[in-house]
């Protein structure tokens, strides 16, 4: 079996790239070649390719590449069928569509996103559904080598293929130099996610009054951490002051273009920070993302949507982006960070609340999941990563192997208990609070200076294995069992290109709000 699986949609491909497709398996053709020096097989699989899918298992071959369901069915006949360490999805959205989770929070107004575009249903063993709570428990390690949406000239697919086959680990400390930026609304929440990864977050860097003109000396550093406002199909990403609610640039891609090192790992809080948008739609210049990996980032961690998180502390946004930086800094693969990230996240509470199951759906991986950046801590009895350097030998390439799948054996474990055991969300058009609830709910965003809230109601779905769980809990703690949450949604005031919404999410018992959770528009 193939400890890695590169799957493609090869006529996708050919549609946007002609005759160039031969340059682009020639790239592929490299890369293999390089994780064999390494000591693990990679294998290429074309979706769309009846034959090779027939030899695979019952799914058909994808004839829509755009069709989420066609492609979540033949991305599962293929990993139940290789069961690899690594599955790596080749293309942007046009070769290999994300998958279309509905938003828990959508109102169509201070959050239009109908759907959360994910990429985590891949990493999921339940088949294909629009409903995020059916994907809580994530079992595989996934990232995506995309390449432009919309795309005409190969080279920028086949530079990230060079740069995953030529990629080499370095010392942690080579990663503890950091660029950490926020807005000044929200210095105090990435502040302690700089101080929860590197130790201290005194070298933040907060917008206004500060960026976009950021030194060559502050962007060469390789782990990037970064809490500002994005918006659909736009390159920059943005401040916001204190004292008016102005939005000024903060980072803008055509800024980085050949300035960021080789082997940088970015984690981006903002709205849409891994929305992988036809540069067409912004008059040719490809997103920061994109522009990340163009100049040899490693690995990029970003939002295909509107995300969320709170002004001071950390939740939704900061965590999942705090989990999987501090495992890249302790030498985890960037595949398994994420993994292990997702599965931190979905364990953090007893119930998934509607923010955080959109927060779940949304953050996307982009670079090859192999990549190990920060070199591991000896293992004492076997290499616990990926060689990055020259060829290793069968015994040690064996070795690996081992480690690996003891690794995957346990978070396949992991993410299966997950998904039995913890509640979630789910959107009720019947439940409604009370006059008095209401009246809490309305103070509450009044005094969070929400102007036109409205109320959104959840109950709270909890799989058989949870129930008798709670119900051991409340015997045992004579407490009460959570049973709805309510969430208002509504906007601050503030000006720029990026509407200021804030939600407040309140956890409900018998009618009464025993937890509150205030979040804003990243």
């Given at each position: 079996m193939p400890d890695k699986v590169i799957v493609t949609n090869m006529s996708a491909l050919g549609a946007k790239y002609g005759s160039e497709l031969k340059t682009i398996r020639s790239a592929l053709r490299r890369l293999i070649a390089a994780d064999k020096r390494r000591g693990f097989e990679t294998r290429l699989v074309a979706l769309d390719d009846r034959n090779a899918m027939k030899s695979l298992g019952t799914a058909p071959a994808v004839t829509d590449a755009t069709d989420p369901q066609e492609n979540k069915r033949a991305i599962d006949s293929v990993y139940k069928a290789l069961t690899p360490d690594y599955l790596v999805i080749l293309g942007a959205v046009d070769v290999v569509t994300h998958q279309d989770l509905l938003n828990p929070v959508y109102d169509g107004d201070d959050d239009p996103d109908r759907f959360a575009f994910s990429d985590l249903p891949y990493a999921c063993e339940a088949g294909y559904s629009r409903k995020p709570q059916d994907f809580i428990g994530p079992t595989r390690v996934v990232g995506r080598i995309p390449d432009l949406a919309g795309g005409t000239d190969a080279r920028y697919l086949v530079r990230l293929l060079k740069i995953a086959a030529s990629w080499r680990s370095s010392p942690r400390a080579a990663y503890e130099a950091h660029l950490g930026i926020s807005t000044e609304t929200w210095k105090s929440s990435t502040g302690s996610s700089l101080k929860a990864l590197f130790g201290s977050g005194d070298d933040l860097q907060v917008a206004p009054p500060k960026g976009p003109r950021w030194t060559a000396s502050q962007l060469k550093r390789r782990s990037h951490f970064i809490n500002c406002h994005g918006a659909d199909a736009d390159f920059r990403f943005y401040g916001e002051a204190k004292s008016d609610g102005d939005q000024p640039v903060a980072h803008a891609a055509p800024r980085l273009s050949g300035k960021i090192t080789t082997g940088t790992v970015a984690a981006v809080e903002c709205c849409y920070g891994s929305e992988l948008y036809d540069p067409g739609l912004a008059n040719g210049q490809m997103g920061i993302c994109s522009t990340y990996l163009n100049d040899g980032a490693y690995g990029f961690l970003g939002s295909t949507t509107i995300a969320y998180g709170p002004s001071s502390g950390n939740e939704d946004a900061d965590l999942i982006c705090q989990y999987f930086l501090r495992r890249v800094l302790d030498g985890a693969s960037l595949g398994r960070a994420f993994l292990e990230a997702r599965q931190e996240f979905?364990?953090?509470?007893?119930?998934?609340?509607?923010?955080?199951?959109?927060?779940?759906?949304?953050?996307?991986?982009?670079?090859?999941?192999?990549?190990?950046?920060?070199?591991?801590?000896?293992?004492?009895?076997?290499?616990?990563?990926?060689?990055?350097?020259?060829?290793?030998?069968?015994?040690?390439?064996?070795?690996?192997?081992?480690?690996?799948?003891?690794?995957?054996?346990?978070?396949?474990?992991?993410?299966?208990?997950?998904?039995?055991?913890?509640?979630?969300?789910?959107?009720?058009?019947?439940?409604?609070?009370?006059?008095?609830?209401?009246?809490?709910?309305?103070?509450?965003?009044?005094?969070?200076?929400?102007?036109?809230?409205?109320?959104?109601?959840?109950?709270?779905?909890?799989?058989?294995?949870?129930?008798?769980?709670?119900?051991?809990?409340?015997?045992?703690?004579?407490?009460?069992?959570?049973?709805?949450?309510?969430?208002?949604?509504g906007r601050r005031r503030g000006s720029g290109p990026v509407p200021p919404v804030s939600g407040i999410v309140a956890k409900v018992v018998d009618g009464r709000i025993i937890s509150t959770k205030e979040v804003h528009r990243r």
């Open positions: 979905a364990q953090a509470s007893a119930e998934l609340d509607p923010f955080s199951l959109k927060t779940l759906a949304q953050f996307t991986l982009l670079g090859d999941p192999s990549v190990v950046p920060v070199k591991a801590p000896p293992a004492p009895l076997a290499a616990s990563a990926p060689a990055s350097g020259p060829k290793v030998s069968a015994s040690a390439a064996k070795a690996q192997r081992v480690a690996r799948n003891d690794r995957r054996r346990e978070l396949v474990v992991k993410g299966l208990t997950i998904s039995a055991t913890r509640a979630t969300a789910v959107r009720s058009t019947t439940l409604k609070p009370s006059s008095a609830l209401r009246k809490k709910l309305v103070s509450l965003a009044r005094r969070a200076r929400i102007r036109r809230p409205r109320i959104q109601s959840f109950t709270i779905r909890r799989p058989p294995a949870a129930a008798r769980a709670e119900r051991v809990a409340v015997r045992t703690r004579k407490a009460a069992t959570p049973t709805a949450f309510h969430v208002v949604l």
